[in-house]
């Protein structure tokens, strides 16, 4: 049988690091990636947020096998499942074991919308981060319940900030969208989150690791490599400008003044100080001669 394996992401805006780490290691460990939208609570969607989250992982280079699939759409296949082994509630709410599958209003919840899912969809391995680990036998429970062979359950470390607390988009977390702004490389992400594999434990978020191998990316570039990756960067519409979009010789203003940018933008105006095949204009090779 072949592993097959979901990344499932809530629809709140680009990808922090931590969730980008689960993707990546499901993306490792599977043969078949599907990606689902986590939308059972609509009220925490953002506009534009899967959008952000499929350019976060094409930039990445993570294709995916099937979707993106939202669960929002299934809503009947859970109410469906929910009604067959849970017991109605006077408020309206349909419950296992105490536990909420349907609320009042007749939406699924994240227990049930995710155990049917993988179920339906023939997830054979969930892959995710500790802080999963306590919903894992109530959810085994569940599948049971309804018939189902649970799928296996592996759970990595976070990823986790200076204050020592796992990356949140809600405590500032950088995104990688913004990791793109500042002229990052996709390779030293996706470099950086291979090292870290699936962690055993939690793990310090390392921006000093990730700069040099966004220096050493970009040393790696061939002119032409690099030409291109300035005239991405400098066509999107987000501001302020990337690193890369940078001209002549000094330095673009970045995202942050971060140590990291400054030292990224540093080395792409040395590149293009150094090289015959630029104008002044960064992202306009000269024409030969």
Known sequence: MS???????????????????SAVANRRRGEWLLLRIDDTDRSREVEGAVSAILEDL????????????RQSERAARHAEAALSVGEPDADGSIRFRGTTLLRPNGSPTYHLASVV???DFGITHVVRGADHRSNTELQRELSRALGFEPPEYVHHGLLL?????????REGAPTLAQYRDRGVPAEALRAYLEELGEPAHDVHLDEARIRRLAIDAIEALSDEELAA????????????????????????RVASSSSESASIASMVSRRIRGSSKWTSCAGSPSSSR
């Open 117 to 119: 899912d993988d179920h």
């Open 161 to 169: 900030g200076a204050d020592g607390k796992k990356l949140s988009k």
């Open 58 to 69: 094409e930039w990445l280079g993570l294709p995916w096998n099937e979707g993106p699939s």
């Open 229 to 252: 990756a300035i005239a991405r960067a400098s066509t999107r519409s987000r501001a302020p400008r990337s690193a890369l979009a940078s001209c002549g010789g000094a330095p673009a």
């Open 3 to 21: 592993t097959r394996v979901r990344f499932a992401p809530s629809p709140t805006g680009s990808l922090h690091l931590g969730s980008a780490l």
